[in-house]
C-alpha cells in the first residue's frame, strides 16, 4: 500500500512539474481535499485554475448538472451522467460547497468517462467516490478510470489536461532523456587503430 501511496504523490509531483515547466498559466493541483472543503472560497479568491481531486467518500449521483455556456468551448458536456445513481447528503453538501465557490464535477461529462465509471469496486458494492472537480472547464481533455487490478478497492483515474504548452524546452528534454548504448565489435577494431 505504502508503494501506490508512493508512486501516487511521484505521478501528482510529475504531472504539477510538467503542468509548470509547459503552462502559460498557472494551475494548483491539490489531492485528497476531504478536511478543506471549508476554505473553497480562498480558492476562488486566489485567481488560479485548480483541480482538486481525490477519495471523497461521498456519492453524488447525478447531482452538477450544468448550462451549455459553462462547457461551451471545452471538452466537457453539460449533462453530467453516472452509473453511480446514489446521492447522499455528504455529496449533496460537496456539490453545494463546489458549485458555490465555481467548481464543477469533471466525472461523467469526457469524451471517455460518460456515463462516469465505477472509480471504487468492492464485494460490497460499486460506486463514483474518486472525484475530480476544476475551475476552468477548459484546462480538461479527458477524464478515464482504469479497471487495473491492485490491492486498492479504488481504481485509477487518468487525467488528460488541455494546457497552452509552450515547446521551447522540448528538444532539450529530448536529448537528455536519448541514452546512447555502444556495443563493441571485434570485427570493427581495424577500423579504430592508427595506421
Same mark, same amino acid.
Given at each position: 500500500m505504502e508503494d501506490i501511496a508512493f508512486c501516487i504523490e511521484m505521478l501528482s509531483q510529475t504531472l504539477y512539474?510538467?503542468?509548470?515547466? /509547459?503552462s502559460q498559466s498557472k494551475w494548483i493541483i491539490a489531492g485528497d481535499f476531504n478536511a478543506r472543503v471549508g476554505q473553497l472560497n480562498q480558492l476562488e479568491e486566489s485567481q488560479s485554475k485548480w483541480i482538486i481531486a481525490g477519495d471523497f467518500n461521498a456519492r453524488v449521483g447525478q447531482l452538477n448538472q450544468l448550462?451549455?455556456?459553462?462547457?461551451? *468551448?471545452? /471538452?466537457?458536456t453539460s449533462v453530467r451522467n @453516472?452509473?453511480?445513481?446514489?446521492?447522499? *447528503?455528504?455529496?449533496k453538501n460537496?456539490?453545494?460547497?463546489?458549485? @458555490? !465557490?465555481?467548481?464543477?464535477?469533471?466525472?461523467g461529462r469526457t469524451p471517455s468517462d460518460s456515463p462516469a465509471d465505477y472509480t471504487y469496486v468492492s464485494k460490497t458494492g460499486s460506486s463514483v467516490i474518486d472525484l475530480l472537480f476544476l475551475n476552468d472547464p477548459s484546462g480538461l481533455r479527458d477524464l478515464s478510470v482504469v479497471d487495473f487490478l491492485h490491492s486498492s478497492p479504488h481504481l485509477p483515474v487518468i487525467v488528460e489536461m488541455a494546457t497552452d504548452v509552450?515547446?521551447? !524546452?522540448?528538444?532539450?528534454?529530448?536529448?537528455?532523456?536519448?541514452? /546512447?548504448?555502444?556495443?563493441?565489435?571485434?570485427?570493427?577494431? @581495424?577500423?579504430?587503430?592508427?595506421?
Amino acid at each position: 500500500m505504502e508503494d501506490i501511496a508512493f508512486c501516487i504523490e511521484m505521478l501528482s509531483q510529475t504531472l504539477y512539474t510538467k503542468l509548470e515547466q /509547459y503552462s502559460q498559466s498557472k494551475w494548483i493541483i491539490a489531492g485528497d481535499f476531504n478536511a478543506r472543503v471549508g476554505q473553497l472560497n480562498q480558492l476562488e479568491e486566489s485567481q488560479s485554475k485548480w483541480i482538486i481531486a481525490g477519495d471523497f467518500n461521498a456519492r453524488v449521483g447525478q447531482l452538477n448538472q450544468l448550462e451549455e455556456e459553462v462547457t461551451g *468551448n471545452c /471538452y466537457l458536456t453539460s449533462v453530467r451522467n @453516472s452509473r453511480d445513481y446514489l446521492t447522499n *447528503n455528504r455529496g449533496k453538501n460537496l456539490i453545494e460547497a463546489m458549485e @458555490s !465557490n465555481g467548481f464543477l464535477l469533471a466525472n461523467g461529462r469526457t469524451p471517455s468517462d460518460s456515463p462516469a465509471d465505477y472509480t471504487y469496486v468492492s464485494k460490497t458494492g460499486s460506486s463514483v467516490i474518486d472525484l475530480l472537480f476544476l475551475n476552468d472547464p477548459s484546462g480538461l481533455r479527458d477524464l478515464s478510470v482504469v479497471d487495473f487490478l491492485h490491492s486498492s478497492p479504488h481504481l485509477p483515474v487518468i487525467v488528460e489536461m488541455a494546457t497552452d504548452v509552450v515547446y521551447a !524546452n522540448q528538444k532539450d528534454e529530448k536529448e537528455m532523456a536519448t541514452q /546512447y548504448i555502444f556495443r563493441w565489435d571485434e570485427g570493427k577494431v @581495424s577500423k579504430w587503430l592508427p595506421m
